[in-house]
């Protein structure tokens, strides 16, 4: 069964034109219904000195505030109405620190959130979004970098393996987003052998399910060679010429992960390639 109902976020913070864009050719693509959450933002409102404001600045902040929001609405519907008149617009408004709850519960309603990747995750309102479809919504998210261009995915995948209960999801997700004709490269780093672990041979049982699919399966063992695990994905889905990455997020706390970095936070920050996210 593949995706029929894909879904988007965009904010008055930061107006993506571009994302619809490529979200409506990809839901094209696939014969998709394409629905847009158009989030009005809500600033807090403070004084220059940054303590709660008066009266008549609170006034004054929450006017120009609205005045954004309209504007934002306005033109976002000209955009739908002249170049997108297939795509159903739903509205909502939040406070900057609210993104997350709001894609959580439009997430629960669609096959897959379709999201810009962030520059800093734990910060940004991209990061944000993502992580409140893949928390709250219980959604996969296909993060696309910021200057990816439409462009066919899922004849030549990479699929992120390490033998835990996320990548195997992020796995089983992905499967109606591949092509008939996809060739899938499972790719491990640093794998360790053992029944709870990776088995006797990484990869390989993991390969085999999917070779029952009928998809063309390769398997690489790679070392990290002392880099960031997130980083040796990327070089390579590279040299396979990947055009889509699939990785189970958040393996490991997110709060660790904001901390310390990790494999998630790394790829939805800097992966040049789109990148399917399943927790």
């Given amino acids: 069964m593949s995706f029929r109902d894909v879904s988007i976020c965009v904010t008055s913070h930061e107006p993506d034109h571009g994302l619809i864009g490529q979200a409506v050719n990809i839901a094209e693509a696939w014969g998709a219904h394409l629905s847009c959450c158009a989030i009005g ?17 609170m006034i004054i902040q929450m006017q120009a505030a609205e005045d954004a929001i ?35 519960v439009f997430a629960r309603y669609a096959d897959m959130l379709i999201a810009r990747m962030a520059d800093h995750p734990d910060k940004a309102q991209h990061g944000e979004i993502i992580e409140g ?14 200057a990816w261009k439409p462009a066919p995915i899922g004849h030549r995948v990479l699929f992120a393996w390490d033998a835990s209960r996320e990548a195997s999801r992020a796995i089983h997700d992905a499967l109606p987003l591949l092509a008939d004709t996809a060739e899938v490269c ?7 052998t053992g029944a709870k672990r990776h088995g006797d041979a990484p990869g390989l049982d993991i ?7 009928g998809l063309k399966v390769s398997v690489r063992n790679e070392d990290s060679l002392g880099k960031p695990i997130g980083e040796r994905l ?27 970095g990790g494999p998630t936070q790394f790829l939805i ?9 399943s927790h």
Wanted: no cysteine; proline share 6%; charged share 20%.
């Fill in 186 to 192: 499972i790719v491990t780093i640093d794998a360790q």
């Fill in 70 to 104: 309209q504007g934002f609405r306005k033109d976002l519907g000209l955009l739908l109405q002249e170049k997108f008149a297939g795509v159903e617009l739903r509205e909502s408004r939040a406070y900057a620190t609210g993104f997350a709850e709001i894609a959580s």
């Fill in 234 to 260: 990327v070089e390579t889905a590279k040299g396979f010429d990947a055009d889509l990455i699939v990785m189970g997020a958040y393996r490991h706390p997110k709060l660790a992960q904001r901390l310390t």
């Fill in 207 to 213: 390969a085999t399910h999917l070779a029952r699919h």
């Fill in 269 to 277: 920050a800097k992966s040049p390639i789109p990148v399917f996210l």
């Fill in 133 to 146: 479809a893949l928390f709250g919504g219980g959604r996969p998210v296909l993060a696309l970098p910021k």
């Fill in 41 to 57: 933002v809500q600033p807090v409102p403070i004084s220059s000195d940054g303590i709660l404001g008066t009266h008549n600045e």
